[in-house]
C-alpha cells in the first residue's frame, strides 16, 4: 500500500528554519512528505534545499513550473501549511495566489483536499484588523486553521520559539480533518 502524499508548505516564519522535523515528524506519521516553499521560505534554505530534497525523496519547489513541464510532485492526498506566516494569512483569506504555496492551498481547499495550517506570528501581527477576517475566510472555505488550545498561540513580539513549533499537533489535526472529510 502507498503511503498518503503530504504537501508540506511552509512560509517565511521562525519554524521554517526548522523544517526538517516537521519533516521527519510526518514521515514518522506515515506521510509520505513534499516540500514546498514561499520564495521567501526558499532563501531561507539557500545551500541546503539538496537536504530536504535527499529528506523526502522528491525535489523542493518553491516556483510555479513552466507552461509545458510535467508535474514533480505527486498529487496531495493532504496539505499542511505550517508554519503559516501573517503575511501569506492575509494574502491567502484575501485570495491572493501569487506563490506557487499559496496557489496549492486555494485551489486544493476547493478540490477536496484537505488542508490545514498552522501560524507562526507575534500578537503584534495577530492584532492586525486584517488577521480576524483572513481567518475567517480560510474557516469558510474549509481550512483547518490551527490556533488558540488547539494550535499556536501568537507569541509576545521577539519572544517566539521557533525551536518549539508543535509540528505533531498539527500532523495530528490534519489526520483528524481528513478522516472528517472521508478523505
Known sequence: MTKPVLYLIACAAGPTQHIDRGVSSAQAAGWDTC???TPAAARWWDG???????????????????????????KADAMLVAPLSCTSLNKWGAGIADTLALGLVSEGVHMGVPVAAMPYFNQAQGAQPAVAHSIAALREQGVLY???????????????????????????????HRRQSGS
Open 146 to 176: 490551527l490556533d488558540g488550545p488547539d494550535g499556536y498561540e501568537p507569541h509576545p513580539p521577539k519572544q517566539g520559539n521557533p525551536e518549539g513549533f508543535p509540528w505533531d499537533a498539527a500532523l495530528a489535526a490534519l489526520h483528524l
Open 35 to 37: 516540500v514546498i516553499f
Open 48 to 74: 541546503r534545499l539538496d537536504e530536504l530534497a535527499e529528506l523526502t525523496g522528491h525535489p523542493v519547489r518553491s516556483q510555479y513550473k513552466l507552461p509545458g513541464e510535467s508535474d514533480a510532485l505527486p
